[in-house]
């Protein structure tokens, strides 16, 4: 049949009863091709075919619905998409806008739960509650606590140091890269120009005392060791990177220059430092412990020191941890915000904003950088973070691109000054 404009697919099992019980709720017909487990279709005949292999992936949508019931039925492989995911993720939100659909309200869903629940109980959907994938984060204790947040950072960064050497450029960057010559520019070279770029901007130089704060695998602790001839303390909570960076400090011989220390922010008390940097570490600290963060951070910088803080935003009215899928499977707990909120909660701790650098553009180049790495060799990440694993990155990369592209999401340096100290002649950046 013709609907729209275009040539349908109708069928009376599963695929059938699931378009005809979403209708109402979508405004219309299926924007992509639908296959169920039972071999019928529905949608239309030339869409996208999406394909739910078994009554697990309608169990998760139906308990969860929206997108963390999605992402779990996708990253379990019990939905598949027969197609590129980021193009299924655009048609979803094109169909939205031009259907002008409402967010999806409990009253919504109620009116649609008859022919949902009818659904779930013939095909035993709504037998019982899913158990979580393997990949999602289980994450306990009171919120920001010194534990949960050593187990938040650990579920995603001590995932695999291996995977990350295989993801990442050889300075094991794993932040926004500065493209200085544009979007063609190798990835490698990217991020060593970001590296040089915040060294410079906090005026580094031979013996000053540099603290890293959320320091990674190392990458700004040692470029500014080797380049610049600071002596660095790097600080992280995950165990993993520790170990990583160790072994990279022996294999350089900076053991007299670098310094990394398995600590949470807020143990910091060795100040001050000559200079201080966080690298999208205040996305994880939480909204009531922002003021807290930015206090340490004053008090770690001598009077007339630089901080740069590189730090990713969101504007006001969205999640601001990112959304379900990322909270659930990425990074738990994190928070962010508008870039202007948080210039305030700098500015409230006694710092002087000298400059705001935005960087949204270099992200979607540096994550699709990433990207093309997990997909030209997608069998070496499936060898070490699984199938499930490597489909979890798969949508976490693409849906990070896709957010920085289309300026749902910025990323910002954002150069600050602890006042007092000898008169700011010009800023070191310039």
Known sequence: MTEHGRTTTTAGGVAGRIEAALRPLLGGPLPVRLRTWDGSEAGPADGMLVELRTPQALTRLLWHPGELGAAQAYVTGELEVHGDVGDALDLVRETVAARSLPPLTPARLARLLPDLVRLGRDTRALARPPAPPATQAVIKGRLHSLARDRASISHHYDLSNEFYEFLLDPHMAYSCAFFADGPDMPLQDAQAAKLDMVCRKVGLSEGMRFLDVGCGWGSLSLYAAEHFGAQVTGVTIAAEQKAFIDARIRERGLEDRVEIR?????????????????????????????????????????????????????????????????????????????????????????????????????????????????????????????????????????????????????????????????????????
Do not use: C
Not at 283 to 307: C, F, I, Q
Not at 311 to 338: C, K, L, V
Not at 348 to 368: I, K, N, P, Q, S
């Open 262 to 430: 398995l600590q949470d922010y807020r143990e910091v008390r060795d100040e001050p430092f000559d200079a201080v940097a966080s690298l999208e570490m205040g996305e994880h600290v939480g909204e009531k412990n922002y003021d807290t963060y930015a206090s340490v951070l004053h008090r770690a910088v001598r009077p007339g020191g630089y901080v740069l803080v590189q730090q990713m935003s969101r504007f006001a009215g969205h999640h601001p941890g990112g959304g379900p899928f990322i909270e659930q499977f990425i990074a738990p707990d994190m928070t962010m915000r508008p870039v202007g909120d948080t210039l305030n909660f700098l500015q409230d701790a006694g710092f002087e904003v000298r400059g705001v650098h935005a960087l949204r553009e270099h992200y979607v180049w540096t994550v699709d950088a990433w990207a093309r790495t997990l997909e030209e060799n997608w069998d070496r990440a499936v060898e070490l973070i699984g199938e499930e694993g490597a489909r979890v990155w798969r949508l976490y990369l693409v849906g990070g691109s896709q957010a920085f592209r289309d300026n749902r999401m910025g990323v910002d340096q954002l150069l600050l000054r602890r006042p007092g100290g000898p008169a700011v002649v010009s800023d070191p950046a310039r």
